[in-house]
Structures are given as C-alpha cells and as structure tokens.
C-alpha cells in the first residue's frame, strides 16, 4: 500500500470495453469462472437510481427505459441521474459517516450545535461536482488559502465535527487534546485508509507508523483556539462563523411562510365552524352562570395560553412581558400553558402594587412531566444576584417556599411534606400575612390545606425590596426544568380557603376575565375557546400552530448559532509525544510532519494544515487516491476492492483485484480528481450491471463475490429504507439543505437518556413538510440517534465511519410494519393506487408491487397478495373501528371519497409489499 501507484496496462480485449470489465473478466478467467448475464432493465435502472440519487426509479421513468432501445440509452440515463441535485444529496449521506457529522456535542448533556450549513455545503460541493483534491483540501485548510472565502472557512467544519463537552468539572486541557487526537485519526482513516490510533500511546514493533509520527500529524490540528469545554447550553464553541445575511433571510422567510400558512388554517376553520349556526344571542348564556369569579386583589394575571413575538400577556395589568430564550407552548390546564427546559423563562419586571414583605396570595396550575420537574418556579430578585422571595420544586418533588434578607442573610423557609403527582396538572397556592411565622404562612395543593416543615425562621427586618420577578428561574444558572405552568395569578391580600377553591374550579375559558357575555364578539370570542376543549380537529391545528411558533423561536436561536470552524491561532502551540497519550505528560517537542513510511514532508512546505493537504494529494502519495477509489467502490458494489476500507496497512485484507485498484486510482488523478467521471466509469461497466443470481458452484466457490462474478447484492442503508417509502408514497419532500428536522420517533426517548438541564431534553416533533424531508436531513442527537435508522444499522457518529456493519434482525421488520412514518407512506400507496381509473384489484396491487420493488409480480406474488386483501376486507368490514385506527395514524389526512374499509384493506397490503426484502433491496 505505501508503493506509489503505477498505471497497469489493460488485460487482453475489445478497446472498446470498459476497462473495469477487462480487469474483472481476467481474475474470473484464472479462477475458472465467467460473468453473469446481464440483469434485466428493471432491476438496472433500480440499482442506478439508488447509487446515484438515493432514491428509486419512478414508474414513468421505468417504463421509458423499458421502451427506450437507443444503443446510448443506458449511459445517457447514467447522465441524468448524475446531472441531478439529488446525486449531491445521495453523495453526501456517505460523507456524513465518514465526518462524523450530528446537530449535536455528544458526551453526557449533548447540546444541540448548528453544522447544518456546513453539512449544505457539501452537497452543493458534490453537486458542483468539485475535484476530490479540492473537496478535501478546502476541508482540512480552506481557512488558510489566500483571501480566503466564505465557503473555504466553512467547508473546514469537518475538522469541528467532533464531540465537545459541557460537563462542569471536567479538566480542559485534557479534552482540548482529546478533539485533536480525534481530528488526527479522523484524517488518517479517511484519507489515508491508516489506523493510526494505536501509535498515540507507544510504538509498535514491525508498525512503521511510530508514536513520534502521530504526534508530528498531531501537530498540523494543534493551534485552533478553542477550549476544552464550552459553557453549558449557551456558549458556542470558537472559532465559529455566522451565517451569511441571505441564507438568514431564507430561512426566516421560510419559516414565516409556514407560520402565516397555518394561522390562516385556523381562522378558516373558525370562521366556517363560526359560520354553521351557531347561536348569536348577545345574552347571558347558561353556562356564563357557572362560570365562577377571580377573587379580589387580583395584581397580576398571567394565563400563559400563548406567546406573542416572544413576550406573555399579563390580562390584569394588559401588558406583555418579554421571554427569554424560547418557552414552549403546550397544551394546558385551561386552553395554552408554557413548558420550562431549565434555560428559558420570563422576565415579569417589578409588580409595583405587591410586596413580599405585606400580605399576598400566589395561585397557579402546575405538572411535572415523566415526574422530573425541579427548580424555581417564581422568584423576587433585589438585584440580578440576589433573590428575596422563591418558590421552588426540589428534587424530592416537593415545595420550597422561602423570603431571603441577603443582607444579614437571614431567611424564613417552609418546605412541604407531600410530593407533586407526575404527569398530572396540579393546583398550587400560597397565602402569606406578612408576620414572618409558620402560623401566617398557608400552603394549599388542590385546595388541601398542608402542614409543611418550618426549615428556617431566623429572618429580621424583612426582605429587601424587589426590582425584578422572574418565571421559571431564579439567581442560578438552572431554572424550572421539565414542568409546565398555567393560570399565575398574584394577590395584593391573603385569600380564604373557600376562595381558594373558587380558583381550583375557575374557569378562563367561560369567565372571560370575570365579564357576563354581551355583545357578539364576546360570544364569538367564547365560542373558539370552547372550540380548544371540544373539537378535536381545532385542538389539533392550534396545537401546530404553536409548535410552528416554537420554530419561528428556535429558527432565531439556529441563525444566531455559527458553525464551527477551523482558525489557527497567531503563534504555533507547542507540540510534544504525549507518555502514553496522556495529556499531562509531554517528553519530546515534535514539529508538524507526516509519516516517512508512507512518504516523507516536504521540508519546504509549510508546516500546516494547508502544507499537509498538499502533502496529500501530491502525484507521490501512494495511498490517498487509492483509499478514494476504493471507498466509491464499495458505495457502488457494496464491498470494497479492499474489505477494510479503513485499513491499508499491514492488519488490513489484501486488495482482491490490486491491479484495477491502481488503474482507478492513476485514472482518478489524470482525471483531475473527477468524482462523477469515477462513479461513471464504475456504474457503466457491465460488471455492474450484472445479474444478482447466483450458480451453484458460485455459492461455494465465491459467496462473497468478491470476484464479481455477479452483480452487487446490497441491502438499502437506512436513510433509503425510510426515503424508499416516502417517494413511493409522493409524501417526501424536494427541499434541498435547511436545519435538521424532526421527523416521528416513539415519545419519550430522548428524555430516557437526558442528563441535566438540557436543550434537548424532549424531542419536539416538527409537522408539514419537515416530517417528510429526506432522512439527511433528520435531526442527529448523538446519544441517540434516530431510532429507526440506528435500528437498520445507522452509526451513532461519534467518530469517523468508512464501512457500516450490517445485521438481520426481527426489529427491523417491526420498525416497517409499524413506524408511524412507513404505515402513513402506506396508506398513502394505496390512496394513490385506489385512485387508478377503471382500474382491477389486479392492476392495483400491481402497481403498489411495483412502486416498492420496481418490477412487476409474478402470478404467485400477485396470488397471495389478492388473498391477502380479500381477508383484510373481510377483518375490517367486522371491525370498522380498526379501519379507521390504522387510517388515522400519521399527519396526512385520508382521502374522505375514498371507501374506508378498500383503502385499510389496500394499506395492509402496501405495508406488506414494503416488508418483502427486495423492497429494500438496490435491485
């Protein structure tokens, strides 16, 4: 592997063959064996769409080739897909394992980061069909070229695309030299199929590469000025670069044109329900006599039902107030609530008519979600130091309640004995005269009079005056963390127990703010907020309303968030061989170099990043061009000409055609590092065309086919599996780059693994389009990867991948019969095939067979299939309500003109077809 490359003369045949086949042919010839027939049209157009865009063939494009015999017609169809946007984004979910790309830092919190950009930039790279020379060089050091541009700088977030800690406690140092180590092997496996790892403690005997030479390649990643751990939640990891102002303004447009879409979405439905007779009496209605009052001495009223460019109505005082960070609105108590992370919370400023020290009374709904709720839930603050009234939940689940004198810190503190339910609203009030003893202090929970533990009663001469009052936070950097709020209200006086009940059984929704209903646009205003309780349709479009302003709040936080890059530092840190790779005890300084066995540093280039890219793709290199080609083979035949993609070296496997291996490679470099011109040269080659079956002696002879004695037999990767369905179903949507999205998971999950006050503590699922983007795009947490994804053999990200495994398991049938995502593409498959004019049973599960396998069944498929929905007709018409179960699952709404009963029916068998393994098969 570390003999430089020389171009091979071609094995005997026709020049007008395609060189691959020549070099193929001549191994089979010495073993004895010969080619496979060609596969037919139907499978080759299959197994080109998959390797070149990602995605599958559609019927129209299947039946044109089926009927285009132009002698040119193969490799004019190799050209389209090639020339399409979607080969950049098909080329890039490779790319990705080989970064080590996720939207988030990993380690135990797993803060949410923003590397999207860089990620879009990849794409358009391949796109563009940038030479792989360029492509990479810009990656390792595009900061460091002359003048250089926005996209040189950002294209160097692959060497950020590392895991960062938030962890207090953690020493910096040694993680800072953790990022580098992981930058050093990221660069040896990818680009120089090396596993230099082992080197970073001792050397090896009979391994050239010695610990001196990984130091020396530490060094050319050693002079970034970042630290070793970033502040929790809030820091963005330096060097980093904003986003240019015209991808903010797209992206904000974009998000707003959702928003305003679906807020005439829910007028409309107001307005038609309006509209259908309902009663327009400008009189008192019955129910306005039950609708009770809000006691006297109301201060304050905060009903939390919205938010409204980032600020929260006070009703009582009719003022706003702003938010800060981003609260997420939910569904409450009565109409809206506000969900608490711990980083977001609301500053209430200072209600001048209420003093701590005099009588008061606090009312407000409160849950605790999955029973982790902790924090303060309100606080008075002197100052932004210093607090003088909290109320909190600890983490034993019960009330604190507690007045600070800071300045001869005294206090007076009582905490509950009884513990707040999980996943359940409840009622919270405190009365308080002003007296400083136990005796004064009333605290309620669902209007139950409780007898909490006096902790502290030492406090003298009051609290000092408020300034600031704060919702969900405290002096701390943490506040309310996995709870919801509703309904605060603030009293100028001590409540009785009778009115605290009043409260518990108040209701917004009919008191419209304790005023009788007389005049029709009260009536009207009561009417859509029965229509939050009542209608589950309407719940379920305000509902995404809110989220979509959830993203209009998260899409500020994502432009205000850079991208890391790479940046080097004004004066070269010093670099030394680590004692058994430990950060704190350096032997020998070392400067920048590269290993002498694969080929020795020009001493006159410079001693960086930019120095080592050149180094790397100089003509003498012997392994770089090598371990591309070799990569792009096995993404196009499923297996490498080397197996160990990873591995060049001496415990890696021998290349099984070593004399194409350095064909590719020298016809790569002539080429000018031409990437489409390689993957044409690979998918145009008979050899790829092949036919998947298999003879006998075959079996026994090559069950690997690593002679290529027969075409490539490759299960779908995850990301095809899930994009398979949603283009098939006409669900998947055509929108290049963006931010991740949030696509169906099982709820939950995320909280399982969440650690501390964290931003992604609960997964918020996205809604329209976003739910249908390609699985590129899906959101990547690296502590949990999206689960249906990991279950077809996803990595986790965490470092560099260049070959994923490759399992069997009973899961991933279960994961396409019942992820939310594939039953909806199904249901869709068969709306699509139900709607076929004058169509048979026959020639509609045809072309549902076809849509998921790209050729058309045979007579017994079509035999068992035709069983299948004719008892599926049967089960439904006896069980109508799981008909109309299974059609509700997923967002797109069912077509109403269709029968329920057929389209089950059909659904149950496009669910099937999908599960049949050559449905996730290349072809």
């Known amino acids: 592997a570390f003999s430089p490359s020389e171009k091979p003369g071609l094995p005997q045949g026709s020049s007008q063959e395609n060189p691959i086949d020549l070099f193929i042919r001549d191994r089979l010839q010495q073993e004895g064996l010969k080619p496979a027939a060609v596969a037919s049209r139907e499978k080759i157009i299959r197994r080109l769409s998959f390797d070149l865009r990602g995605l599958?063939?559609?019927?129209?494009?299947?039946?044109?080739?089926?009927?285009?015999?132009?002698?040119?017609?193969?490799?004019?169809?190799?050209?389209?897909?090639?020339?399409?946007?979607?080969?950049?984004?098909?080329?890039?979910?490779?790319?990705?394992?080989?970064?080590?790309?996720?939207?988030?830092?990993?380690?135990?919190?797993?803060?949410?980061?923003?590397?999207?950009?860089?990620?879009?930039?990849?794409?358009?790279?391949?796109?563009?069909?940038?030479?792989?020379?360029?492509?990479?060089?810009?990656?390792?050091?595009?900061?460091?070229?002359?003048?250089?541009?926005?996209?040189q700088k950002l294209a160097t977030g692959f060497n950020r695309n590392h895991k960062i800690t938030q962890e207090v406690g953690v020493i910096d140092e040694e993680y800072?030299?953790?990022?580098?180590?992981?930058?050093?092997?990221?660069?040896?496996?990818?680009?120089?199929?090396?596993?230099?790892?082992?080197?970073?403690?001792?050397?090896?005997?009979?391994?050239?590469?010695?610990q001196k030479d990984y130091y020396s390649l530490f060094g050319f990643f050693n002079n970034v000025p970042e630290k070793g751990r970033v502040d929790y939640g809030v820091e963005?990891?330096?060097?980093?670069?904003?986003?240019?102002?015209?991808?903010?303004?797209?992206?904000?447009?974009?998000?707003?044109?959702?928003?305003?879409?679906?807020?005439?979405?829910?007028?409309?439905?107001?307005?038609?329900?309006?509209?259908?007779?309902?009663?327009?009496q400008g009189q008192e209605t019955e129910s306005t006599s039950a609708m009770g009052h809000i006691p006297s001495g109301l201060v304050a009223y905060y009903p939390l039902d919205y938010i409204d460019n980032n600020r929260i109505n006070d009703v009582r005082n009719q003022r706003t107030e702003p938010v800060i960070n981003q609260l997420i609105p939910v569904t409450g108590k009565h109409s809206g609530a506000l969900e608490f992370m711990g980083t977001n919370y609301a500053n209430l400023k200072n209600i001048k008519s209420l003093n701590f020290n005099r009588p008061f009374s606090l009312s407000f709904w409160i849950k605790s979600l999955d029973g982790g709720i902790r924090g303060t839930v309100l606080a008075a603050l002197a100052d932004e130091e210093n607090s003088t009234f909290l109320v909190n939940i600890t983490n034993d689940k019960t009330i604190n309640v507690q007045w600070h004198n800071f300045r001869n810190e005294t206090s007076f503190q009582i905490l509950s004995k009884e513990t707040l339910p999980a996943d359940q609203w409840a009622h919270i009030s405190l009365t308080y005269d002003g007296l400083n003893k136990k005796t004064g202090v009333k605290l309620y929970l669902d209007g139950k009079l409780l007898n909490p533990y006096l902790r502290k009663s030492d406090l003298r001469g009051g609290i000092p005056e408020t300034s600031i009052l704060l919702l969900g936070k405290g002096t701390g950097e943490k506040g309310l963390m996995a709870g919801q709020l509703d309904e605060v209200m603030l009293f100028n006086r001590v409540l009785r127990p009778t009115e605290i009940s009043q409260l518990i059984n108040y209701d917004p929704v009919l008191a419209l703010e304790s005023k009788k209903i007389k005049t029709q646009s009260d009536l009207k205003r009561l009417f859509f907020e029965q229509l939050t309780h009542e209608d589950g349709y309407y719940?379920?479009?305000?509902?995404?309303l809110r989220e979509y302003k959830i993203r209009e709040g998260r899409t500020e936080d994502i432009v205000l968030k850079p991208t890391m890059i790479m940046h080097d530092r004004?004066?070269?840190?010093?670099?030394?061989?680590?004692?058994?790779?430990?950060?704190?005890?350096?032997?020998?300084?070392?400067?920048?170099?590269?290993?002498?066995?694969?080929?020795?540093?020009?001493?006159?280039?410079?001693?960086?990043?930019?120095?080592?890219?050149?180094?790397?793709?100089?003509?003498?290199?012997?392994?770089?061009?090598?371990?591309?080609?070799?990569?792009?083979?096995?993404?196009?035949?499923?297996?490498?000409?080397?197996?160990?993609?990873?591995?060049?070296?001496?415990?890696?496997?021998?290349?099984?055609?070593?004399?194409?291996?350095d064909w590719l490679a020298v016809t790569f470099t002539e080429s000018g590092w031409d990437v489409k011109q390689l993957i044409k040269t690979m998918v145009t080659s008979v050899t790829y065309q092949q036919d998947v079956?298999?003879?006998?002696?075959?079996?026994?002879?090559?069950?690997?086919?690593?002679?290529?004695?027969?075409?490539?037999?490759?299960r779908l990767p995850a990301e095809m599996v899930r994009d398979h369905a949603l283009n098939a179903s006409g669900l998947l949507s055509k929108k290049i780059g963006g931010p991740s999205v949030k696509p169906y998971q099982p709820q939950g999950l995320w909280l399982e693994v969440a650690s501390g006050n964290q931003s992604l503590r609960k997964y918020i699922q996205d809604h329209g389009a976003d739910l249908y983007r390609r699985s590129l795009y899906?959101?990547?947490?690296?502590?949990?990867?999206?689960?249906?994804?990991?279950?077809?053999?996803?990595?986790?990200?965490?470092?560099?991948?260049?070959?994923?495994?490759?399992?069997?398991?009973?899961?991933?049938?279960?994961?396409?019969?019942?992820?939310?995502q594939f039953v909806e593409a199904a249901r869709l498959v068969a709306t699509r095939v139900l709607s076929m004019e004058a169509a048979t049973s026959e020639d509609r599960i045809t072309s549902a067979f076809r849509l998921a396998t790209s050729r058309y069944p045979n007579a017994e498929e079509l035999k068992i299939l035709l069983n299948l929905l004719e008892e599926e007709i049967r089960e439904f018409e006896t069980n109508p309500?799981?008909?109309?179960?299974?059609?509700?699952?997923?967002?797109?709404?069912?077509?109403?003109?269709?029968?329920?009963?057929?389209?089950?029916?059909?659904?149950?068998?496009?669910?099937?077809?999908?599960?049949?393994?050559?449905?996730?098969?290349?072809?």
């Open 693 to 714: 079956q298999m003879s006998d002696r075959l079996k026994r002879v090559d069950p690997q086919n690593i002679l290529l004695a027969r075409g490539p037999q490759v």
């Open 56 to 151: 599958p063939p559609s019927l129209e494009e299947i039946d044109a080739f089926l009927a285009d015999d132009r002698e040119e017609a193969y490799e004019l169809l190799v050209d389209r897909f090639l020339a399409e946007k979607t080969y950049g984004e098909r080329m890039a979910m490779e790319w990705m394992d080989l970064a080590r790309y996720a939207d988030s830092h990993g380690y135990q919190d797993d803060i949410e980061r923003s590397m999207w950009p860089w990620r879009d930039w990849v794409i358009e790279a391949f796109n563009q069909n940038m030479p792989y020379d360029q492509f990479v060089s810009w990656q390792l050091a595009g900061d460091l070229l002359p003048d250089a541009t926005y996209e």
């Open 176 to 210: 800072r030299v953790t990022y580098v180590l992981d930058r050093v092997n990221t660069f040896s496996t990818a680009f120089l199929g090396l596993t230099v790892e082992c080197a970073q403690c001792h050397d090896h005997k009979y391994d050239p590469i010695t």
């Open 778 to 820: 899906t959101f990547w947490k690296r502590t949990i990867p999206p689960p249906s994804m990991t279950i077809f053999d996803a990595p986790t990200r965490e470092q560099c991948i260049v070959k994923r495994g490759a399992t069997s398991t009973p899961m991933q049938a279960l994961v396409l019969l019942n992820d939310p």
């Open 570 to 661: 004004d004066t070269a840190r010093a670099t030394f061989v680590l004692d058994r790779g430990q950060y704190d005890a350096p032997r020998e300084q070392v400067e920048p170099g590269t290993p002498s066995a694969v080929m020795p540093f020009d001493p006159t280039s410079d001693k960086n990043r930019l120095g080592l890219a050149r180094w790397l793709f100089d003509p003498e290199n012997p392994l770089t061009a090598r371990v591309a080609v070799n990569r792009y083979w096995q993404m196009i035949f499923g297996r490498g000409l080397v197996a160990t993609p990873g591995d060049f070296g001496s415990q890696g496997s021998l290349p099984s055609h070593p004399a194409l291996l």
């Open 539 to 544: 719940q379920a479009l305000t509902e995404r």
């Open 236 to 280: 963005v990891a330096q060097p980093a670069l904003p986003l240019p102002e015209e991808k903010v303004a797209a992206l904000r447009a974009y998000v707003q044109g959702m928003l305003e879409e679906q807020t005439q979405k829910v007028k409309n439905y107001q307005d038609n329900q309006w509209a259908k007779g309902f009663t327009h």
């Open 881 to 923: 309500t799981g008909a109309e179960q299974l059609l509700n699952i997923g967002e797109q709404s069912k077509d109403e003109k269709q029968d329920a009963i057929q389209l089950a029916a059909y659904t149950i068998v496009a669910n099937a077809i999908f599960n049949l393994t050559e449905s996730i098969m290349k072809g």
